[in-house]
């Protein structure tokens, strides 16, 4: 089953104390993308990659860091996470670029006390 | 980088009338015009999507228009539902240069029996 698969789907951890979601997609998508949704501000973007060891920032990098080391895996780090970076974080891969359908993973809750 | 600004923010229509959704982008270059339904708690699916080159685009109920010189897009759903009732997504994207692709803020749909 083509899926994005995103863990962990929910976690709640405290400040400054380093946290890695991954995501995994199993279509050979060369494209993928990280995005925070908090309510009232829809989807924002965090960082791309349009390939392996080819990453960019989106609207909001400030706090993350990403790699892409394999074509399938696009983790999100967050070294120091604050609570501004407490929101539900989803995953995306398609294609080749932006312009393709998006496919998303379930999504990640995280909350930083 | 690009903006995308979506209204309204909430509509609320009995079940059997239409819905539109209409949304605007800044950056001419833009040529990509996705919308993702989003259900609560799950992932932004993609419903319907149209590309700079044709103006208007239906699947069934559901139908998006653009106007390249105006610079906005429009999603119409007629014979509403109550499944329906979702959180709805434009977004628009280029696939030269960069990559990234930019949601609006989301409309909420309320579909009542």
């Known amino acids: 089953e083509a899926q994005v698969t995103q863990n962990p789907r929910y976690l709640i951890t405290v400040t400054g104390k380093k946290l890695t979601v991954t995501c995994s997609q199993n279509?050979?998508?060369?494209?993928m993308s990280w995005y925070r949704q908090d309510p009232g501000l829809g989807l924002r973007q965090i960082y791309y990659?349009?390939?392996?060891?080819?990453?960019d920032k989106g609207d909001v990098p400030e706090g993350y860091k990403v790699s892409r080391k394999e074509k399938r895996n696009f983790p999100l780090i967050l070294e120091s996470p604050s609570p501004n970076q407490t929101s539900l974080y989803f995953c995306?891969?398609?294609?080749?670029?932006?312009?393709?359908?998006?496919?998303f993973g379930d999504g990640t809750r995280l909350s930083i006390l | 980088g690009e903006n995308v600004e979506q209204h309204p923010s909430t509509l609320s229509v009995q079940e059997g009338d239409s819905a539109v959704i209409k949304c605007t982008y800044s950056d001419s270059a833009s040529n990509y015009f996705p919308w993702y339904k989003q259900e609560l708690g799950k992932r932004p699916q993609l419903i319907i999507d149209i590309r700079s080159n044709v103006g208007e685009k239906k699947d069934q109920r559901i139908a998006v228009t653009l106007n390249k010189t105006a610079k906005h897009f429009s999603l119409h759903i007629t014979e509403t539902q109550p499944e329906d009732s979702a959180v709805y997504f434009c977004a628009a994207s280029q696939a030269t240069g960069y990559s990234t692709l930019t949601f609006g803020k989301g409309t909420m749909l309320l579909v009542s029996p």
């Open positions: 279509m050979n998508h060369e494209y």
């Open positions: 990659s349009m390939n392996v060891e080819v990453t």
């Open positions: 995306a891969s398609s294609g080749r670029h932006s312009n393709q359908p998006q496919h």
